[in-house]
């Protein structure tokens, strides 16, 4: 629905529903559903039109991890502006990817390095689909070349990492256009019957996979999981039990692992790495979103000697002959390293234990709610699912749930029936009560 100010000029809301196709978005819901305009932020703070104060549950979309307008961010930020903007990384290299590199090969203890860099987690995700692929080609097994995927997984949009989500409303379209791929069961622990726990859900998880492995490895290149938790699948939490599983698998049938930490890395679990929850390492993992604080497009894949020495050779064409143009951009890598600068200045993975127990406590109503399921929580990611019946309209649940969180003073976006929050790492104890009562006020206006 187009809003024309009094002066009868088009409004930024005007013009952007005239000009701008947004993102995972029906644009004729807008006709009803609102477009707010953001006009500033601060710390886990947005800002409307009118000054209407917001605050970011979501993390715009999980990438936002030391609040908006960060000083420490913004100064790497200029300072590096000051240097150099941009460079093509092919044949050049610069200090802030240099240093990144290193300091994240050095939190994984040398287990992974040689990195590559993009843009978005799409792209990071299609990298490491593409060298596990050729990593078997350059071994003489051609024939290993699909991909093992969860149910209920999200990976992306872009062709490579569309073919091993498991979103239906993402892949319906363009289902003609994918590679083949198997899905196996996901170790969601939803899934638990009575007297079951987490591992148990995990176990039969792994043991459906091991059939699969048993029949098809000689096919199969690798299989991809976001460790954990299964974000755009309704925020599914699993055991790492699965994760140790799921190694051991790929170890003795000869398939790489590709760990998907986009959303959950950067100590979204409560540790830095998920898979660390497991103590163990994959073959690939990948990493966007909160990687340089939600300010610039970064995304990345890091992978083992053994995969990168696969690729050395006199031989052009055996090298991974894949780019973007915006590879390794010295901007958004300083942002990163000034994001990794405050995990270990600010001691923020040690904090993150009581800002947790802060989620806890703000939720706690939800677990006493009758119409609520599935309570959850892993780190600074806390869900639970209103049960079916006790939703009118499902499909339009999110959106009215939305709309009644701005009422509220709160960024939310559901998932189909799951209410997730996943804050910056900076909100008070205070503020965090304030979220979790303005959520509670919402959902029973949503509700009613």
Not at 9 to 30: E, G, I
Not at 41 to 51: F, R, V
Not at 396 to 424: A, D, H, Q, W
Request: include cysteine; hydrophobic fraction near 40%.
């Amino acid at each position: 629905m187009k809003v024309i100010s009094d002066l009868n000029q088009p409004t930024l809301v005007d013009r952007s529903l005239n000009a701008v196709w947004h993102p995972c978005t029906q644009m004729k819901h807008h006709e009803s559903f609102p477009l707010i305009a953001i006009t500033k932020g601060k710390g886990p703070w947005l800002y409307d039109e009118q000054g209407n104060a917001l605050l970011d549950c979501i993390s715009s979309w999980w990438t936002n991890l030391f609040g908006h307008s960060n000083p420490q961010i913004s100064r790497a930020i200029t300072d590096q502006l000051e240097k150099i903007e941009h460079v093509m990384l092919a044949g050049f290299t610069h200090q802030p990817v240099v240093e990144l590199s290193e300091k994240l090969s050095a939190l994984t203890g040398g287990n992974l390095g040689h990195v590559f860099y993009a843009s978005d987690g799409a792209s990071a995700v299609e990298i490491a689909l593409k060298m596990s692929h050729h990593f078997w080609q350059l071994n003489q097994k051609p024939n290993k070349k699909k991909f093992v995927c969860l149910e209920n997984g999200y990976h992306g949009e872009t062709l490579g990492a569309l073919a091993v989500t498991d979103v239906a409303i993402f892949r319906q379209a363009y289902g003609s256009l994918l590679q083949d791929v198997y899905t196996v069961t996901s170790p969601d622990t939803r899934k638990a019957k009575p007297g079951e726990s987490a591992d148990d859900v995990a176990t039969y998880a792994a043991a459906q996979l091991e059939k699969l492995f048993e029949k098809e490895h000689h096919h199969i290149a690798a299989i991809i999981i976001e460790p954990l938790v299964q974000c755009a699948g309704q925020m599914a939490m699993h055991s790492p039990e699965y994760l140790r599983l799921v190694r051991d698998l790929c170890n003795r049938y000869d398939v790489h692992l590709i760990a998907d930490e986009i959303a959950v890395g950067c100590g979204r679990s409560g540790k830095f790495f998920a898979c660390e929850h497991a103590g163990i390492w994959p073959d690939f993992l990948t990493l966007s979103k909160g990687i340089s604080g939600g300010y610039l497009p970064l995304s990345l894949c890091m992978t083992s000697n053994t995969i990168y020495r696969a690729f050395y050779s006199d031989q052009t064409q055996q090298g991974f002959l894949h780019s973007h143009s915006y590879t390794g951009n010295p901007l958004a890598c300083s942002a990163a390293l000034a994001c990794l600068n405050i995990f270990e200045t600010e001691k923020v993975l040690e904090k993150n234990i009581g800002r947790s127990q802060d989620l806890v406590n703000a939720f706690a109503w939800a677990k006493a709610d009758y119409r609520i399921e599935h309570w959850r929580q892993q780190g600074m990611i806390l869900a639970f699912d209103l049960k079916k019946e006790s939703i009118k309209n499902i499909s339009s649940f999110p959106r009215e749930m939305f709309v009644k969180g701005l009422e509220e003073g709160v960024l939310i976006r559901p998932i189909s029936n799951t209410i997730y929050v996943m804050p910056p790492y900076i909100l008070s104890s205070e503020e965090t009560m304030q979220m979790g009562k303005a959520i509670e006020r919402a959902l029973e206006k949503a509700l009613a």
